[in-house]
């Protein structure tokens, strides 16, 4: 008789977990993610309004362990935070790319597979972190924490609602500058330290890229402080109360749009990361929780920019209140819920834009930013300046 | 002017494509679910090899040596002896060794009797490599799985529920769909 097994053995038919390929349920994936998005409401609330509420009505503020703890459990928010949005938008953007290219992404995990993040979040933690034996030990292990830590310190500034924030700085606008650039560090020497022609090669894309877009991005963030006559970002916001500002400062918008998206390294600025030309990038040699951070970066930062273009272009928290006092709790949380779907919709924007376009060749990237945006940014800045000006005159 | 109209041109193509990329959401998902839906795989194709046993059990082959001669990579093993019974040769061994089987089909062409024929089913992924190597019982118990099979002498061939072994309709024969449509067409005309 045979020694191979026979087909009818092999006749098993295995079953996907909780989605069937002859039923598609769109209703239960739109749940999913009307639940996703309560849960980042949730989270929202919970970092920027509640636990602050809730200090200072105790007045746990004034004595100096009370504001350790606020700020240990702040910090511990901010992460959690960091954490759920990029776990809920690596799952959409899988799904978003899917759904164009005419796949169906993950499926395997949870109802149409919205849980995938989560269980790719656990390999990841389990996975072995190795350093290749020619890489720069100290900067290889250190870059991540960079990227992150900047991705992570940005959500500081980000006010979501009236006096929702956990730090208004009086110089927002170069903080933001400031720590978003410190990214570029990270991505620049974890390319470099990793002793990889690949990751070395999308380390200088990655820094003359990041480097070339900041210029414009700064740009056109000052364009936004001269004319709102402030660098704090709540004083931004109140100062659209007439016109938001992407009509009057369309320009300097245009110029934040493309600069920010080069900032985010994705599709048609995704250089330092080709896949198709350089393994990964700048990422190429990292593994385990190492290439979880500068993923999770990645993400938070496709939140955060998103979230700083409602806040300067796009009126921030502003929408109808229904009569509530504005500075309540209540109106607090219908604030940030019309900031939260701002933000949304641009995150879309953004998914469709990395949709869409093919990448650019770098000496195009170069071109675009330092001739066509930097002087586009300048006129920016001017128009901005003029129309400050004829503001003061009026 | 003309960098107006360049920036023009850019934007109306970028919004070109964002409005390709959004029409597409819609349309239906091409994924095959493989594991989980199994393909339907037409009656012609040569997927792995069978040898077909009549309807009272008795083998179809003759141990005519054919298809060991025509076979290029040399994989099929027979060895017969004399029918004790009357004429012709019985079978005592017949081994095919699927490692190394390409799949070509010219022991199909060659069978003077339909005995060895090709079948859709297509699992055949293992470890060890050894289980490829087919014998007798094997393939006979591939052949009485099939559900359907071809050979170029008989055409397709179905195996009822019943266990009878019938030709297939001409729909499902290759060429007789479009022998059929001619057929009509010349009645037609
Ligand atoms: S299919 Fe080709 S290679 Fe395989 S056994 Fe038949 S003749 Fe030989
Ligand atoms: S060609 Fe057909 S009949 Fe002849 S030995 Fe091979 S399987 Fe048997």
Redesign the interface.
């Known amino acids: 008789m045979s020694r191979m097994p026979l087909p009818a053995d092999r006749l098993v038919q295995p079953k996907l977990v909780g989605y069937d390929p002859t039923r598609p349920r769109p209703w239960l994936e739109r749940l999913a993610y009307t639940l996703f998005f309560a849960a980042l409401w949730a989270m929202v609330i919970l970092a920027y309004g509640a636990v602050p509420a809730l200090f200072r009505r105790f007045g746990w503020l004034s004595t100096t362990a009370g504001f350790l703890a606020y700020a240990v459990v702040e910090a511990v928010l901010a992460f959690l935070l960091a954490a759920v949005v990029a776990l809920i938008l690596i799952v959409v953007l899988r799904k978003y790319l899917g759904k164009v290219q005419e796949r169906v992404g993950p499926m395997h995990y949870g109802p149409a597979g919205v849980f995938q993040t989560v269980f790719d979040a656990l390999k990841l933690l389990g996975k072995e972190d190795f350093a290749p034996k020619r890489v720069d030990w100290l900067i290889f292990r250190i870059a991540p924490a960079i990227v992150f830590v900047s991705a992570f310190l940005l959500m500081v500034a980000l006010p979501v609602a009236g006096g929702w924030v956990m730090a208004d700085l009086n110089v927002g606008l170069l903080y933001i500058v400031a720590v978003s650039t410190l990214g570029a560090y990270g991505v620049v020497l974890g390319g470099l330290s990793q002793g990889n022609k690949w990751g070395l090669l999308g380390g200088f894309r990655a820094g003359a890229q990041l480097v070339s877009y900041e210029v414009p991005l700064a740009l056109a963030l000052l364009a936004v402080g001269v004319y709102a006559g402030s660098l704090r970002l709540s004083d931004i916001v109140e100062h659209q109360y007439g016109v938001w500002h992407v009509v009057p400062l369309f320009l300097s918008f245009v110029v934040y749009l493309v600069a920010s998206i080069a900032e985010l390294k994705a599709t048609p600025f995704d250089l330092p990361e080709a896949e198709s030309e350089l393994v990964a990038g700048y990422n190429t040699e990292y593994s385990g929780m190492s290439f979880a951070f500068f993923f999770l970066a990645e993400f938070v930062e496709l939140f955060l920019l998103p979230g700083f273009m409602v806040v300067l272009f796009f009126g921030g928290w502003h929408g109808p209140l229904f009569g509530l006092a504005p500075g309540s709790f209540a109106a607090g949380v219908l604030q940030s819920l019309y900031f939260l779907i701002k933000v949304a919709v641009w995150v879309w924007i953004f998914l469709w834009i990395r949709a869409t376009l093919p990448r650019f060749r770098d000496d195009q990237l170069m071109d675009l930013a330092w001739k066509g945006l930097l002087p586009l940014a300048l006129v920016g800045l001017l128009v901005a300046a003029f129309l400050r000006m004829f503001l003061e005159v009026l | 002017m003309s960098l107006f109209a360049e920036v023009w041109e850019a934007v109306k193509a ?1 919004g070109a ?2 409005g ?3 029409k ?2 819609s ?5 095959e ?1 493989y ?3 199994k393909p339907e795989i037409p009656p012609v194709s040569v997927q792995f090899l069978a040898l077909i046993q009549n309807e009272d059990g008795t083998d179809r082959c003759v141990a005519c040596l054919q298809c060991e001669r025509v076979c290029p990579s040399q994989v099929i093993t027979i060895e017969r002896k004399r029918n004790p019974e009357g004429k012709g040769f019985v079978l005592e061994r017949f081994d095919l060794d699927f490692a190394n089987c390409m799949h070509c089909a010219n022991c199909v062409e060659a069978c003077p009797v339909s005995a060895i024929v090709t079948v859709g ?1 297509f ?2 992924a ?1 470890y060890d490599i ?6 007798k ?2 393939l006979d ?2 052949g009485h ?1 099939a559900r359907v099979w071809y050979s170029p002498k008989f055409g397709v061939e179905l195996r009822t529920p019943e266990g009878k072994i019938q030709k297939a309709p001409p729909e499902m024969q290759p060429g007789g769909l479009a022998e059929l449509l001619k057929a009509e067409g010349g009645e037609a005309s």
């Open positions: 970028v494509g964002l390709a990329v959004n597409r959401i349309e239906p998902a091409v994924t679910f594991p989980y839906k089913a699992e055949h293992v050894n289980l490829l190597k087919a014998d019982a094997m118990h591939i799985e």
